[in-house]
């Protein structure tokens, strides 16, 4: 099935799907989790677009590549373009907030890593980015000031608010704007916080933003 951006009354958003950019290591108490070190640099990669999915939809997952782990994490729906732009001109060229999984295969990663080489196919799989509708950024007030979460098969796993991140939103998007053009359509995936874990086939998920999201869904 294709995959179309909507809003959260399941409406069609009028935008392309771009690539999906993400920042790893934005929340402290993940990065503990994660026995990482803090670095002054963000982390940036890049999924392509072929790993958008509906997250609304069952999904599926190649666990014969090893262990699938979940990220959720605030995703942003940018209308318009952004390139080497400040901090305070970011905001205007959203159109709106979701949630994503940023899924990622952690003993491919590991392995990856450990070699010294690029760990795109560890994020960047088919599939990889299931994402919700998008809640218009008029409606849902400070960005900084959001609450989110997972529960699989009914247990809490991973409780986040954005105002815990390192860097915030506009900070983010300002410093990738930097390097790559932003485009209408293109998803920025914004970090995750601590509770990755394992996701299994038959999971049953559930995810909420703020007052304005709550999505069941599964794991093929």
Avoid at 116 to 145: M, N, T, Y
């Amino acid at each position: 099935m294709s995959y179309q951006h909507q809003d959260y009354r399941g409406q069609s958003i009028e935008l392309p799907l771009g690539k999906v950019l993400c920042i790893g290591q934005n929340y402290q108490d993940h990065i503990a989790e994660m026995n990482s070190k803090t670095a002054a640099e963000a982390l940036f990669f890049i999924k392509p677009n072929t790993a958008v999915v509906a997250i609304h939809q069952p999904f599926s997952i190649p666990d014969q590549l090893g262990a699938v782990h979940n990220e959720t994490e605030l995703a942003v729906l940018i209308k318009a373009p952004l390139s080497k732009v400040t901090p305070e001109q970011v905001l205007d060229a959203v159109w709106g907030y979701g949630l994503a999984l940023d899924l990622t295969l952690r003993d491919q990663q590991k392995k990856l890593k450990e070699l010294g080489r690029p760990w795109e196919i560890a994020k960047g799989f088919d599939g990889a980015c299931p994402v919700s509708s998008f809640i218009a950024a008029h409606e849902l007030g400070d960005v900084q000031q959001l609450a989110f979460s997972l529960k699989v098969n009914g247990e809490l796993r991973q409780q986040g608010d954005t105002s815990m991140m390192i860097r915030s939103v506009s900070q983010i998007i300002s410093e990738m704007s930097q390097f790559f053009t932003l485009l209408p359509g293109d998803l920025v995936l914004t970090g995750t916080p601590a509770g990755v874990g394992p996701l299994n086939s038959g999971d049953q998920l559930e995810l909420a933003l703020a007052d304005k999201l709550h999505i069941k869904t599964s794991v093929r």
